[in-house]
């Protein structure tokens, strides 16, 4: 499982949102080995006064959270964040200076989905990668 929350300028996500989406589910796969379908996204668009960021960033300032299943190893989430870097310049034309990518981890228990707790799921593929 992994919920992602994209946060950027309205003016700058709303041309980019298709790329960045499939170049965040493209590097999920390729990382996590999640399943095409496994693709839940939140696209937070904000007007530049509710966006502030230093001033070594570009309008394209882009910020990506994941919520995952603890589980993966440092590797699978190492190689995440590269391709991340990779696939999102190459797609979404987001340079690697103005992404930042943030992962939070809790335990399969402490998600709620299809009305079960995350632990007592029947998934598709594994978080153990």
Same mark, same amino acid.
């Given at each position: 499982m992994a919920q992602v929350r994209i946060y950027g300028l309205r003016n700058q996500l709303a041309s980019r949102k298709?790329?960045?989406?499939d170049a965040i589910h493209m590097a999920l796969m390729e990382s996590f080995e999640l399943p095409q379908e496994k693709?839940?996204?939140r696209f937070i668009?904000?007007?530049?006064?509710?966006?502030?960021? @230093?001033?070594?960033?570009?309008?394209?300032?882009?910020?990506?959270?994941?919520?995952?299943?603890?589980?993966?190893?440092p590797a699978a989430?190492?190689?995440l964040i590269t391709s991340l870097f990779r696939l %999102?310049?190459?797609?979404?034309?987001?340079? @690697?200076?103005d992404l930042e990518?943030?992962?939070y981890e809790t @335990?399969?228990?402490?998600?709620?989905?299809r009305g079960k707790p995350g632990d007592e799921l029947?998934?598709?593929?594994?978080?153990? %990668?």
């Open positions: 298709h790329a960045l989406s693709r839940f996204q668009m904000l007007e530049p006064d509710e966006f502030i960021f @230093p001033a070594d960033r570009s309008a394209a300032y882009t910020i990506i959270e994941f919520s995952i299943f603890a589980g993966r190893s989430k190492k190689k %999102v310049a190459e797609q979404a034309d987001i340079t @690697p200076q990518i943030t992962i @335990p399969p228990a402490n998600w709620g989905i029947q998934l598709s593929y594994t978080i153990t %990668v």
